[in-house]
């Protein structure tokens, strides 16, 4: 968790300027910055710092002393320190590393899709065409649709081996319709959630995209870029950043995708679809092996506070480079 | 890349194209809601659209508990974490301190902490302190999650404030609370108010601890909605009207936010 503090330039670019750049506008509050009269006014922060980091410390300290503890709520009384057991457990578990390797295939692939898709969608999109407001509204549309929704209505009324739409347009074509939930468990997965990141990334990365000086790609076509040429030496570095924080966002939420997974496959054929947030419910919530369970709550804390240290790094590094300029 | 006044024709099309293909399944769900059962399972267009399954869902599920239990942890999870975020907005965007940056990116960097790091002991803390499935409950999560997004947003709103006319007032005498009443209320409003608009799809939207601190009492939409998985998911028609009527409003707010939403969604690093 504390990666992200030793880096200190997202605020800065997010117009949030930093208090040493504000010196010259509230030098008059600088310099009353220690006097007892703005001790109140600082006293309103308290109230979310405060809870903020009693929601951060006291789980995550539970969290870590059930993972060396035996604690399991079918048998409350045999408790007790036993070191590094849960992990060894957790880790010989047949579902652990499947579940990692999961885990890591639905972001990768989620993430791909998505910023991928966003970019060419919010470059699309860049341009005129009729009934681009409404066209616009359609793509952000599934963003905005709760999870089990989306999950349910994938796997009923497009994924449905017989009644569904899928297989009514491969029918159509003379094909056989593939039973996707069964077949292709995890693919379907990745398809129902990037059906939900794309937009995301998408309006991400149009809003940034419009930021981009017109005159700067009018002077390129002028210079006889051609457009792929203008895509890549032009709009792709203007979307850098922005793609860094889709990218950054994104896989936050990804870690923990859960709902889709409950609602459609529930981990499964076998461990097929069990990504670590799902393990770590099952182990939990249905076995009610509290210790191992948390052992594993620890693996995705340290996983995401890996993959955050790398992407607050990269972003870092970006947001200089942006400030250079 | 075409000339910025006319597209060629191939791009609308496929704008278009692109547009219709992923807003399919919510076309999907909408046409499918005023289907009968039996007419939800052919992929046809054209039908005598019914009200008749929506009264079903009305009738037979307790449907307006779930969505009543939604309203109350949205709009309370959004009134609690603005009533605590703006004042710290407040005083870190005029009042800041070597450490104010420090302390946004430490807010921020709780967002980073994985839910199911934290499941057990939030799990077993609201087991024992009897709010397993209570409203209050979940609210209470919803604002702690969703504190880090209202003070950043918040901040961002204020800083865009301009200075001159706080310093105007200040020579006028105004105090502190003055100041902020009458003055940063009123001029940060529409930024506060598509604050208030991002929590409440987030909350409305959750699935994490939704599907797992609620069961019956106070199990919002979410919840609601994945009880369709087995083996009543075979009712698409009443599927999709349930679906529908739970995904309709917060589209249509989404719809209305979407350019303040690119800033509460990405901490405010892309306006």
Known sequence: MSSISNTSP???????????????????????????RFLPIRLLQTPAVALLFLWMIVPLA??????FNRYNLMSPDQTGFIGLENYQFLLEDPAFWPSIANTALLIGSVLGISVIGGTLLAVLFDQPFRGRGIARLLVIGPFFVMPTVAALIWKNMIMHPVYGMLAFAMRH???????????YPMLSVIIIVSWQWIPFAFLILLTALQSLDVDQKEAAQLDGAGPIRIFFYIVLPHLKRAITVVIMIETIFLLSVF?????????????????????????????????IASAGGIFAVVLANIVSFFLVRMLAKNLKGANEK | MNDAKKSPLWV??????????????IFWIAVTAFKTEHQAYMPSLIFMPTLDTFREVFERSNYLAFVKNSMIVSLGATLLSLLIAVPAAYSMAFFPTGRTQKLLLWMLSTKMM??????????LLAKNSGMLDSVTGLTLIYTLINLPIAVWMAFTYFNDVPKEILEAARIDGAN??????????????????????????????EAFWSLNLTSVDAAPLTVFIASYSNPEGLFWAKLSAASLLAIAPIMALGWLAQKQLVRGLTFGAVK
């Open chain 1, 62 to 67: 539970m969290t870590v002393y059930f993972s």
């Open chain 2, 12 to 25: 609308g099309l496929l704008a278009w194209t692109c547009a219709i293909v992923l807003f399919f399944p």
């Open chain 1, 173 to 183: 074509l003379g094909m056989e319709p593939i039973d996707w939930l069964a077949e």
């Open chain 2, 114 to 123: 994985p839910a199911v790091g934290v499941l057990v002991p939030i799990y």
């Open chain 1, 259 to 291: 709902a889709e997974i409950f609602t459609t496959t529930a981990g499964g054929p076998g461990t097929e679809t069990t990504n670590l947030t799902y393990l770590v419910y099952s182990i939990g919530l249905q076995q009610f092996d509290i210790g």
């Open chain 1, 10 to 36: 997202m605020p800065s670019e997010a117009g949030a300027s930093p208090p040493s750049s504000q010196k010259s506008r509230r030098g008059k509050h600088i310099k009353h910055a220690g006097s007892e």
């Open chain 2, 176 to 205: 502190a609370w003055q100041e902020m009443l009458y003055l940063l209320l009123p001029t940060a409003m529409p930024g506060l108010a598509s604050t208030a608009l991002l929590l409440i799809i987030l909350s409305w939207n």
